[in-house]
């Protein structure tokens, strides 16, 4: 007679599956990788008034008033910022948004991005 508590497969014996079931626990699931991210840089030049390009970070790239000068006068005494890391399409956005808002001022602003 068997104990109330034994299993009713003996020890070692696996239950069965069939091969469907067998190939699934073994395939892995491949990992999704982040996209790259890109720095939006903003750099210096010695013509575009400190005013604009606080307005710039203000509405471009939502920065506080405080942030944006703080970015500012990192681009004018270092000659460059990174002002943000986005994905591709959103650094090339604003890329584009930055030197278009330049170019309707005539102010000779640059703004490029780099893969990080």
Same mark, same amino acid.
């Given at each position: 007679m068997r104990p109330p508590f034994a299993h009713p497969f003996q020890l070692g014996d696996p239950p069965s599956r069939n091969d469907e079931d067998a190939d699934l626990a073994v395939k892995t699931r491949p990992r999704t990788q982040r996209p790259p991210l890109y720095k939006v840089l903003l750099l210096? !030049? !010695?013509f575009t008034p400190m005013e604009f390009v606080v307005q710039v970070l203000e509405r471009i790239f939502g920065m506080t008033h405080a942030q944006a000068i703080e970015i500012m006068l990192t681009v004018h005494r270092k000659g460059v910022a990174v002002v943000g890391v986005f994905s591709h399409e959103i650094a090339e956005t604003k890329v584009a948004q930055v030197m278009e808002l330049a170019r309707r001022q005539q102010h000779p602003l640059?703004?490029?991005? @780099?893969? @990080?």
């Open positions: 210096n !030049d !010695d640059q703004c490029t991005m @780099e893969k @990080e």
